[in-house]
């Protein structure tokens, strides 16, 4: 039984009350007439999501970073966030770092550390993030996975692929040159959750996702959430990634640059669609987020997910994504 | 390095735009004019915060209650959760049972679950609870730990030390009949949080906090954050041990029964505060939300925790709280 599944059997239930419930970015409540709460949950598991001789202070930064990013998948302006902690012993060479590293984002963000809890335990980080999203004549801004619609651009904000590019490097796996190596690892560390570009995509993107497990998984979810379909151009996709631009990396086969590009994951990108006649709209947003956007493919109403190449023909969809318990 | 002084250290700052951050049940933020959202976490860690053999029902049941005591003690109505959940497998006669119980606590008490995260790791359970509290010409009705003044009364709902004697009994240092063990073991399993209560004492208790960790530990952060001091009377607090009234306990020695109701913890009922003025409205609270309350004590001018007993005779504090770091 995978993740999905799993929530999908045990956990879900009609929504009453709240405005959206389970399986978007981030749930919806609505205390009040013009405005809604966000509000998302994410775990991290030691030897699972992050490698053991990870820096604290990155890990601090990351942890807060997967949250916010799903805040701005939604559009929505951080607020707040609850932090939870099983930590095997009080460590001070590593509370020190790991704090300031998530408060660092935290300020950044104007995200407010406001409550949550300790423990002993194995180490263990649980963050809950809250946003705040307007309402605006009765219509919430909130970007939502179910709102693409056949014609849409798609579109992804800045690069993929290096994430995966440095778990595959520090792995062993790949052989990288030191100095990409260590650049991507950067990148795997330290994502940017795209909250501006968020903001700035309200009324504008018609669905938006972070891509946290693949692009292809994660834009799988807007498709299904949305009933529709998609071609994307992989001649495109490869220009994602942004050491693939390097020379030193035309020694990477196509297939994996692809493969880190299409179902790497770990990105923190975001994947959303628009409107054609949004286009510009688009380009303004992200001007105004100062967030390089690419257009890379196009919503259909047949279902499922098509790849081209640069010549329109057919590339097999062999890609992956994670999956906690596959 | 206490679990107390760990966030002081590293995790403390300055409110900004929430309306109260860290240290008290819930921390609150106020989105629109008439409305604060309560949130809170907690996070149980198996073989720390349960026993391994727990019944799965019972666990899902405990998880939540504890999250919604902490909403009870600020007075909140509970609106939503998410649940963050690492497991080491995905076991189906695990996984079932647990989100019974889970979602039938939520279900009678109106509190959905929208949203979460599942991954693999050891057994932890992180909840999220988020509630409302009105705002009433521009006045919140949050019950704060902050509000205790010299005088109030200090009331205890329900009843205190079953949790703590199921612990002794289970672990064997404390020997029970097995009918009593198994009630007090029911107590500790299946805490009912007093929400009904916490939102009927809402312009009413001047003070509340939810006892976790042991009443005097926790009555402590009241005094603290108040500014105040409080006397207790030992002989009334003897009556709160449920079982203590019960022919089989007089086995019990006394300075058992007090450590049980003074500084077991796991008790999940509320203490609070309530000018002497109240007391009528104190009555009527507890029957308009059926939950027994006894006044145990007032709040005086000097700070400190003074334990008397029935004669007014000093009875020496060295009763120990709960501290996840001790």
């Known amino acids: 039984m995978g993740e999905f599944d799993l929530i999908e059997r045990y956990f879900r239930r009609p929504v009453r009350q709240a405005v959206l419930g389970i399986g978007d970015d981030c749930a919806l409540l609505q205390p009040a007439p013009a405005h809604q709460i966000a509000v998302s949950t994410d ?19 990351k ?18 966030f609850t932090l939870a902690l099983a930590l095997p012993q009080v460590d001070p060479l590593w509370l020190a770092p790991f704090s300031r590293g998530l408060l660092a984002l ?36 909130a970007l939502l996975r179910s709102g693409a619609r ?14 995966r590019l440095a778990l595959d490097g520090s ?16 990148r795997m560390d330290s994502p940017q959750p795209r909250v501006a570009l968020g903001m700035a995509l309200r009324g504008v993107a018609s669905a938006a ?46 297939a994996i640059r692809l493969t880190c590009v299409l179902a790497g994951g770990d990105d923190y990108e975001l994947a959303f669609t628009a409107p054609s006649s949004e286009r510009a709209a688009v380009q303004a947003a992200a001007a105004a987020s100062a967030t390089p956007v690419t257009r890379i493919g ?10 081209v190449d640069a010549q329109g023909a057919g590339v097999a969809n062999t890609f992956r994504s994670f999956d906690h318990f596959a």
């Open 298 to 307: 196009q919503i259909e109403v047949a279902p499922g997910l098509r790849l």
């Open 171 to 186: 792995r062993g796996t790949l052989t990288l040159p030191a100095a990409q190596l260590a650049a991507a690892r950067q």
């Open 43 to 61: 775990m991290l598991v030691a030897g699972r999501h992050f490698l053991a001789d990870v820096d604290p202070y990155t890990l601090g930064h």
């Open 209 to 254: 996702i972070d891509i946290s497990d693949g692009l292809l998984g994660d834009l799988g979810h807007v498709l299904g959430a949305s009933g529709v379909g998609a071609r994307l151009d992989t001649a495109i996709a490869l220009t994602l990634l942004r050491h693939g631009r390097d020379a030193a990396d035309t020694d990477l086969a196509e």
């Open 63 to 80: 942890a807060l970073a997967v949250n916010l990013s799903d805040l701005a998948a939604c559009g929505a302006r951080p607020m707040a």
């Open 150 to 163: 056949p014609g849409d651009d798609i579109y992804v904000s800045g690069t993929l692929g290096d994430a």
């Open 106 to 141: 935290a300020d950044a963000h104007g995200c407010e550390l406001i409550g949550g809890d300790t423990t002993q335990g194995p180490l263990t980080i649980c963050i809950t993030v809250i946003g705040d999203i307007p309402v605006v004549q009765g219509r919430s801004l």
